[in-house]
C-alpha cells in the first residue's frame, strides 16, 4: 500500500520524526498521593529473577511491579464510576490508539493552579481551526520539566495539598459532552487539576470524560516538539483484562519541513 511505504520512506529521510511523549519508568517515577484514608498505587519497581547467574546463567529479567496508574500512562473509562459500565483497557478499540492530536500550548502560565477554559480552547480554535474529530487534545503546561522531581512534579503545600494545572468543570464538561475529541492527554499526574478534589463535581475530566467513554494519558512528555496541529499520536497501553488502565508508550509522528 502506497500510503505506508511513503510514511516510511519519510521516517528514513528525515521529513517525518517520531517523537517519544513517554516519561521513563524507574523506582523515582511520580505517582498520585491520595489522601490518607483513601488506597495508594504502588511505586513502579523492578525485583530481579536472574542476570547471567546460578538463577539463570545465560539470562537477566525481572519482574515488575507498577500500578495500572504510574508514569505516562492511559486512563480507561471503567477507571471512573462514571464509566463503570464502560470499556476496560483491554477493550478499547486498537483504531483508538492511532489518532491526530492538537497541542494547546499554555506553560507560559506561571499560576500552578491555572485552569482550562472554554474560552481558551475557543480561542485557540479561532487560530488554529476547530478540534480534531476523534483525536486527542493533547494539554501544555511545562510540567513535564519537572517529572524526574517529585516533590516539584506534585507540587503539595504545607498542608499536603497538591497544586499542579488543569481544566475547569465547565471545561471538562464541555470537552466530553459537546467537543469531537477522544480524550484529553496532560503533562501532569492526572488528568485533573491538583485542587480538583475540591471541584463539583470533584476531579471532573475523570467524571465527564471517562464517563462519556473517552479517554485520559498522563504524564507525557516533549508536547513543546509537536506542532499545534497534524501530530498523529499512537498510544499504546497493555490490554490488560478487566483493567482500568496502564502505563502507555505514547508516541507521536510529526512532519518536518
Ligand atoms: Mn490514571
Not at 118 to 124: L, T
Amino acid at each position: 500500500m502506497a500510503v505506508l511505504q511513503d510514511l516510511l520512506d519519510a521516517l528514513r529521510g528525515g521529513s517525518v520524526e517520531v517523537v517519544d511523549l513517554t516519561a521513563k519508568l524507574h523506582a523515582g517515577t511520580p505517582i498520585l498521593q491520595l489522601p490518607l484514608q483513601f488506597e495508594n498505587a504502588l511505586p513502579f519497581s523492578l525485583s530481579e529473577i536472574s542476570r547471567y547467574d546460578d538463577r539463570g546463567p545465560a539470562w537477566y529479567w525481572n519482574n515488575i511491579h507498577t500500578s495500572e496508574h504510574t508514569g505516562t500512562h492511559f486512563d480507561a473509562p471503567v477507571h471512573w464510576i462514571t464509566g463503570k459500565d464502560g470499556e476496560d483497557v483491554a477493550q478499547v478499540p486498537p483504531r483508538s490508539l492511532v489518532a491526530p492530536a492538537v497541542v494547546l500550548d499554555f506553560s507560559a502560565e506561571t499560576d500552578p493552579d491555572f485552569l482550562l477554559e472554554i474560552e481558551h480552547v475557543r480561542q485557540w480554535e479561532s487560530e488554529h481551526g476547530a478540534l480534531p474529530e476523534g483525536g486527542w487534545l493533547l494539554y501544555r503546561t511545562g510540567w513535564d520539566a519537572r517529572s524526574e522531581d517529585s516533590g516539584a512534579f506534585l507540587n503539595a503545600d504545607d498542608t499536603g495539598s497538591p497544586h499542579t494545572p488543569g481544566i475547569s468543570v465547565e471545561c471538562a464538561r464541555w470537552l466530553a459532552e459537546e467537543s469531537p475529541v477522544l480524550g484529553v492527554g496532560v503533562e501532569t499526574v492526572g488528568t485533573d487539576a491538583g485542587a480538583a478534589h475540591s471541584f463539583d463535581p470533584p476531579f471532573p475530566c475523570h467524571s465527564f470524560l471517562l464517563g462519556a467513554g473517552k479517554y485520559g494519558l498522563t504524564q507525557l512528555q516533549n508536547l513543546a516538539l509537536l506542532p499545534a496541529t497534524g501530530a498523529l499520536v499512537i498510544a499504546a497501553p497493555l490490554p490488560i483484562v478487566g483493567g482500568s488502565g496502564s502505563p502507555a508508550r505514547v508516541l507521536a509522528l510529526v512532519e518536518r519541513p
